[in-house]
């Protein structure tokens, strides 16, 4: 696929989903109540306005069944992380170590691959 044809639905989801977790990645680790309010209404926003109508509607189910933990970086990744996972779950694919999470969207990975040179 030429790279600057529009993206699919598993493209734009996986853009989606580095998108979400750098954001998250760099979240404060004490939110101020407006940027806990921001980032609750950015995420719903973003399921009334995604796309896919389907994965919106999915993603606001998921909100309004585990809304999100914004009290810091830590818990947002965390929750993150796991609605991800449900996601993966129900498509098939493979879940994430949650354990991880600051490692592959903030730190870079232990190995030092992400180091650059």
């Given at each position: ?9 598993v493209q734009l989801g996986y853009h989606t ?69 449900d996601v993966n779950q129900k498509i098939g694919k493979s879940i994430f170590d949650c ?19």
């Amino acid at each position: 696929m030429e790279h600057n044809c529009p993206l699919n639905r598993v493209q734009l989801g996986y853009h989606t989903w580095n998108l979400l977790h750098t954001m998250v990645a760099n979240y404060p680790d004490e939110p101020s109540p407006q940027k806990q309010e921001d980032i609750y209404q950015f995420f719903k926003l973003l399921a009334r306005l995604y796309p896919c109508q389907a994965c919106g509607r999915d993603f606001s189910h998921l909100l309004t069944q585990r809304p999100p933990v914004t009290n810091s970086q830590n818990t947002l990744s965390e929750w993150l992380c796991s609605i991800h996972n449900d996601v993966n779950q129900k498509i098939g694919k493979s879940i994430f170590d949650c354990n991880r999470v600051n490692e592959r969207w903030r730190d870079g990975w232990n190995d030092g691959s992400c180091d650059q040179i």
